[in-house]
């Protein structure tokens, strides 16, 4: 059976933790991977950056409205003030009149970003959002016992290090064309 190195990537895009999230997803979808490792510019590994993991980021951040109506000048409100007339909704209705699309769901906080207040992709950082417990093997690692991991843990890629080096990357997809390239075999 082949071991890691037969199969990996050797020249992985790294990702670093103070890029923003857009730029990480930039960098993500022009490689053409949906997951990467988080490097310190020391070549220190202290995160995995996947698509899952900024949406997951994304979803789990309370709704801001991706649009506001034209923001009114003091002493021009639509909405009468308490002395002047009888209220029937609490005060905090105000809130609900000025972010009316506040209940938005992802997909529309992901692509309607001119909003001021909401860019959360363009605000938050790359090790707001990633793996920090992230599964390592060695390069002469046994692809079946990787491939086993994987399953157990639930994950797309294991990084390779080798001596605390970074020195590749093995995702579900290079076991997949590991398999159309016959690299890999059933025992006969």
Known sequence: MPSLRDLMSSDPL?????????????????AGVSGAPVVT??????????????????ESS???PSHRPDQQELGE????????EEVAEPPS??????????????????????????DLLGEHTVAEAMTRRVI???PDADVADAARLMVERGI?????????????I????????????EKLRAPD
């Open 93 to 118: 209705a105000y809130f609900r009149v000025m972010w009316d699309d506040s209940g938005a769901d992802l997909a529309e906080r992901l692509v309607d970003v001119d909003s001021p207040e909401w």
């Open 62 to 64: 309370p709704p801001v």
């Open 14 to 30: 790294v990702l670093e933790p103070e890029m923003t999230l857009r730029e990480a997803l930039s960098q993500l979808t022009g």
């Open 136 to 138: 390592t093997l060695p």
């Open 170 to 181: 093995v995702s579900a997809f290079d076991f997949v064309r590991a398999i159309a390239e």
């Open 156 to 168: 797309h890629r294991i990084i390779v290090l080798e001596d605390e080096a970074l020195v590749g």
């Open 41 to 58: 510019p020391g070549d220190r590994l202290v995160g995995v950056l996947s698509t899952t993991d900024i949406l997951d980021f994304q």
């Open 77 to 84: 409100w639509d909405v009468a003030l308490p002395w002047e």
